[in-house]
Nanobody, 119 residues
Framework: QVQLVESGGGLVQAGGSLRLSCAASGSIFSIKVMGWYRQAPGKQRELVAAIGSGGSTNYADSVKGRFTISRDNAKNTVYLTMNSLKPEDTAVYYC?????????????WGQGTQVTVSS
């Protein structure tokens, strides 16, 4: 199993910045991709950014150029640096670990952290 603990959410004005952290523990060797998803009220959960074990990254079009996903392998931590925040970025942000083991594929989720951007 993999445990994910998120931190770093909060309230920020439009144009401001936040950095989210996600610390992984447990069977981290099985993690292939880590990512950040978000879910706004009344909307479906959507992928924000992802980073593979080799360092390749993927971003939603809506955050390209503003958000950066990175990882510190020594700390087993993934970060999401969010700049030029907009009110439409307001959502609960969830850390995700996509794993592969002898038992197959499985997704683990963090508890979520609220990001609120005021206009």
């Amino acid at each position: 199993q993999v445990q994910l603990v998120e931190s770093g959410g909060g309230l920020v004005q439009a144009g401001g910045s936040l950095r989210l952290s996600c610390a992984a523990s447990g069977s981290i060797f099985s993690i292939k991709v880590m990512g950040w998803y978000r879910q706004a009220p009344g909307k479906q959960r959507e992928l924000v950014a992802a980073i593979g074990s080799g360092g390749s990254t993927n971003y939603a079009d809506s955050v390209k150029g503003r958000f950066t996903i990175s990882r510190d392998n020594a700390k087993n931590t993934v970060y999401l640096t969010m700049n030029s925040l907009k009110p439409e970025d307001t959502a609960v942000y969830y850390c995700n670990a996509h794993t592969m083991s002898g038992l197959g594929l499985y997704d683990y989720w963090g508890q979520g952290t609220q990001v609120t951007v005021s206009s």
